[in-house]
């Protein structure tokens, strides 16, 4: 099973949106999914707090903002695994 992780935190309107559009992708049904507070952490605000919500697949990162287009490109790889 893949593991998606999604770096993001609270009153971020693009997380949000990035969940949903998570939410709604068949292909992340068959997937673990993490969603990590960037807030809680100061090593993770440095390294992702200008750049959520990120999601990460394995070593790959797909940065803010991504579209349905986008996301189905990035998880393109991992589905036919």
């Known amino acids: 099973m893949h593991r998606l992780t999604l770096y993001s935190t609270s009153h971020c309107a693009l997380c949000e949106q990035a969940l ?3 939410f709604a992708t068949p292909e992340v ?18 390294v992702y707090g200008a750049r959520i919500p990120v999601l990460r697949l394995g070593s790959a990162e797909l940065d803010a903002p991504f ?11 991992f589905v036919r695994a």
């Open 29 to 46: 049904a068959g997937m673990q999914l993490d969603v990590v507070d960037v807030a809680t952490d100061d090593d993770l605000i440095n």
């Open 67 to 77: 579209g349905a287009q986008a996301l189905a490109e990035f998880l393109a790889p």
């Open 20 to 22: 949903d559009l998570l």
